[in-house]
Nanobody, 119 residues
Framework: QVQLVDSGGGLVQAGGSLRLSCAASTRTFTYYSMGWFRQAPGKEREFVARISWSGSSTNYADSVKGRFTISRDNAKNTVYLQMNSLKPEDTAVYYC????????????WGQGTQVTVSS
């Protein structure tokens, strides 16, 4: 069982930056690739970014490529999402998620953190 705690959300003006954090309570953090997802009001949850267990491989949604950066610190059991050049359409609840190396789906989810970008 893995518990994930998201933090770092808030209210920011368009063009601003935020850094989200996700702390994982597990002794086997490196068994998991990690992802960030978001859900805006009235919309389905969508993929934002993912990072491999070692941090050597990352993927991004086209909508955030070049603006967001996912990273992880395995010594701290934490994954980050640096968000720059934020736009109003980035407003959503952001969730981190963990996927065990042998699985095809994300099994563990954080509680979510609200990001609101004002125009």
């Amino acid at each position: 069982q893995v518990q994930l705690v998201d933090s770092g959300g808030g209210l920011v003006q368009a063009g601003g930056s935020l850094r989200l954090s996700c702390a994982a309570s597990t002794r086997t953090f490196t068994y998991y690739s990690m992802g960030w997802f978001r859900q805006a009001p009235g919309k389905e949850r969508e993929f934002v970014a993912r990072i491999s267990w070692s941090g050597s491989s990352t993927n991004y949604a086209d909508s955030v490529k070049g603006r967001f950066t996912i990273s992880r610190d395995n010594a701290k059991n934490t994954v980050y999402l640096q968000m720059n050049s934020l736009k109003p359409e980035d407003t959503a609840v952001y969730y981190c998620a963990a996927r065990l190396y042998s699985r095809n789906s994300y099994d563990y989810w954080g509680q979510g953190t609200q990001v609101t970008v004002s125009s």
